[in-house]
C-alpha cells in the first residue's frame, strides 16, 4: 500500500494529532510520503505524529518532511522513536530542518536511526536547529550502523556542532565503505581541527566515491583539520568521476 500526505497551510497541533491518529491505522503500508512542512507544529502535534509513524512497521520506503514547524525536543524525540520501529527501511528522506531542536531530540532520532540497518538511500537534512555535540555524536552513531548506504545526502549545518559531534560523524563515514555519492554538508557550526581531522579519516576509507559535494566551511578549522581533508580527497579522487569542494573566502 503506498500513501501520499503533502498538506502546507496553517495546520497546528489539534490537526497535526488529528493525522497521527490516522496514521497509526496505516499499519501494513509500505511505502509513505508524508509532507507537512511550513505550518504551525509543535511539540504536541509532533508527538502524536510519531506515535501514529510508531505503528507503521512495514515500511520499506519513507519520505518524511516536517521542516519549518515550531518542533522541539519533544516532538522530536517521538519522531525518532518511531524511527526505531521502522526496521525495514531500504529508502529514507528525513526532512526536519528549521525547527527548535536542540541535543535532547536529536539524541533520540539518533537512536532511532540506529535500528535503520538496512538503508542503502538516506536524505538525512537536519540543518538550522540548536543541535551540539552530544545531538551530533549520536546521529553519528547512528550513521556508523547503515553500512550498506550506497548514496548519502546529509545536511547538519547551521546548528551549533563541535569536535566531538564531528569527530563521532566522521568516524560514521568511515563505517560507510559502499557510498558511490555524498553529499556532505556541515558548514557554519564550531568545528575545529580535531573534528576535522576525523572526518577526513571517515572519508578516506569511503574509496568507492564517484560523485562527492563536500561543504565545511564557516567552522573553526585551521591547517591540521584542512590537511586530514585534502589527504582523504587525495585518496579517493583518483576513483570519483565529479567532486565539488565547497569554500567560502
Do not use: H, P
Not at 51 to 76: R, Y
Not at 137 to 145: E, H
Not at 187 to 195: A, H, L, Q, S, V
Amino acid at each position: 500500500m503506498i500513501y501520499y500526505i503533502n498538506l502546507i497551510c496553517s495546520i497546528g497541533d489539534e490537526g497535526a494529532s488529528s493525522m497521527g491518529r490516522a496514521l497509526s491505522n496505516c499499519k501494513f503500508l509500505t511505502n509513505l510520503n508524508f509532507q507537512i512542512c511550513e505550518n504551525k507544529i509543535g511539540d504536541e502535534g509532533a508527538q502524536n505524529i510519531g506515535l501514529g509513524l510508531s505503528n507503521c512497521t512495514q515500511l520499506t520506503n519513507l519520505e518524511f518532511g516536517i521542516s519549518n514547524n515550531q518542533i522541539g525536543d519533544d516532538g522530536a524525540s517521538s519522531i525518532g522513536r518511531a524511527l526505531g520501529n521502522c526496521k525495514f527501511l531500504t529508502n529514507l528522506s528525513f526532512q526536519i530542518w528549521e525547527n527548535k531542536i536542540g541535543d535532547q531530540g536529536a539524541q533520540n532520532i539518533g537512536l532511532g536511526l540506529s535500528n535503520c540497518t538496512q538503508l542503502t538511500n538516506l536524505v538525512f537534512n537536519i540543518f538550522n536547529n540548536q543541535i551540539g555535540d552530544d545531538g551530533a555524536s549520536s546521529i553519528g552513531r547512528a550513521l556508523g550502523n547503515c553500512k550498506f548506504l550506497t548514496n548519502l545526502i546529509f545536511q547538519i549545518c547551521y546548528n551549533q556542532i563541535g569536535d566531538d559531534g564531528a569527530s563521532s560523524i566522521g568516524r560514521a563515514l568511515g563505517n560507510c565503505k559502499f557510498l558511490t555519492n555524498l553529499n556532505f554538508q556541515i558548514w557554519k557550526n564550531k568545528i575545529g581541527d580535531d573534528g576535522a581531522q576525523n572526518i577526513g579519516l571517515g572519508l578516506s576509507n569511503c574509496t568507492q566515491l564517484t560523485n562527492l559535494e563536500f561543504g565545511i566551511y564557516n567552522n573553526q578549522i585551521g591547517d591540521d583539520g584542512a590537511s586530514s581533508i585534502g589527504r582523504a580527497l587525495g585518496i579517493i579522487k583518483s576513483v570519483m568521476k565529479e567532486y565539488k569542494i565547497q569554500r567560502k573566502n
